[in-house]
C-alpha cells in the first residue's frame, strides 16, 4: 500500500493555471503507474490523466487534452499535473491514484484499477 497526499489545489479564474502535486510515501514508488482522476458535485468520478511508472507514456481524457500535462519525479516519489487554460467546467476534486504494476510499462484509464487513493484537492475555476 502507497499513502498519497495532494495539494496545489485553490480557486482560479478561468484561463489560469494551477499545478497539483501529489507525493507519496510508503512503498517502491518507482513500482506504481500513477493516475489523476476528479469528482464535479453531482457527477461520477472521471479520468483526468496517467503516466506510465518510468514516465515514459501518458495519456489524457479528450477534455483536457493539449491544456494538462502529467509528470512524475521518481526521485521525490511526486507525480504533478499541471492543468493550463483552466475552464469552470474543471472544477471538480481532484485526485491522485497509484496502481502497482512491478516493472511494467502499463497504466490504466480505469478508476477501479487503482488501489491506492488520496484525500483529494479542490479545485475551482470562476468565469
Known amino acids: 500500500q502507497v499513502q498519497l497526499v495532494e495539494s496545489g489545489g485553490g480557486l482560479v479564474q478561468a484561463g489560469g493555471s494551477l499545478r497539483l502535486s501529489c507525493a507519496a510515501s510508503g512503498r517502491t514508488f518507482s513500482n506504481y503507474a500513477m493516475g489523476w482522476f476528479r469528482q464535479a458535485p453531482g457527477k461520477e468520478r472521471e479520468f483526468v490523466a496517467a503516466i506510465s511508472r518510468s514516465g515514459g507514456s501518458t495519456y489524457y481524457a479528450d477534455s483536457v487534452k493539449g491544456r494538462f500535462s502529467i509528470s512524475r519525479a521518481n526521485a521525490k516519489n511526486t507525480v504533478y499535473l499541471q492543468m493550463n487554460s483552466l475552464k469552470p467546467e474543471d472544477t471538480a476534486v481532484y485526485y491522485c491514484?497509484?496502481?502497482?504494476?512491478?516493472?511494467?510499462?502499463?497504466?490504466?484509464?480505469?478508476?477501479?484499477?487503482?488501489?491506492?487513493w488520496g484525500q483529494g484537492t479542490q479545485v475551482t475555476v470562476s468565469s
Open positions: 491514484a497509484a496502481r502497482w504494476v512491478g516493472y511494467s510499462s502499463s497504466t490504466s484509464q480505469v478508476a477501479r484499477e487503482y488501489a491506492d
